[in-house]
Structure formats: C-alpha cells, structure tokens
C-alpha cells in the first residue's frame, strides 16, 4: 500500500485549500485515516483523525477545530483534508495516514508542502 498527497502549494492567509490523499495498492480496509503535519525543528502533530470512518470517534487538533475537515471516498480510495480560513502557522507539511484493520499496519505518504502566506 502506497500513500500519494497532492494538492498543496501556496495559500493566502483566511483562504481555503483542499488536500487529497490517494491510497495505492492493496488489499487494505480502514481501520483509521489522519492527516499530520510537521515543520523543521518540530516533532510530527496531528491535525485530523477519523478512527473507523463511517460509524466512529472524530477528531482534530485544537488549533484547527471547526476549519479543517477530513472526509473520505471509498469508491476512490481517496481521503481528503479541506482546510479553511488558513492561518501563517499552518505552514508544514502535511502527511496522510492509515492503519489497516486487518493486518494492523500503519502507512505513511510523503508529504504535501503548504506555506501559508500573511
């Protein structure tokens, strides 16, 4: 299983932006999907994570409560993260994430660069 962000770039601050995670391969089901982001220097932060999507616990990271929203298309094997109202210390990279419920393993995408401009 293979993770490939895209969709990052450069976004004025208060603007929105629309992360995709595609997921490659498998077989693999869901167990949960996170978006993380780091910047240099810093340790990896969770921005968003949806533990047994569809019927599950919802969460995100206090700074981005209530402007980022991590969804999913099953048919596409795609997670999302639509992130709105951006702020300057938004600027990281983001990760995309996923364990898989059956052989219990955790897989990592690359990254997406988003730099936020004030």
């Known amino acids: 299983v293979t993770l490939v962000e895209s969709g990052g770039g450069l976004v004025q601050s208060g603007g929105s932006l629309t992360l995709s995670c595609a997921i490659i391969?498998?077989?693999?089901?869901?167990?949960?999907m996170a978006w993380y982001r780091q910047t240099p220097g810093k340790e990896r932060e969770w921005v968003a994570i949806d533990v047994r999507p569809g019927g599950g616990s919802l969460f995100y990271g206090g700074s981005v409560e209530g402007r980022y929203t991590i969804s999913k298309d099953k048919a596409k094997n795609m997670v999302y993260l639509q992130m709105d109202r951006r702020r300057a210390e938004g600027t990281a990279v983001y990760i995309c994430n996923i364990e898989d419920r059956d052989c219990g393993r955790g897989y990592w995408g690359k990254g997406t660069q988003v730099t936020v401009s004030s």
């Open positions: 391969g498998g077989p693999f089901t869901i167990y949960s």
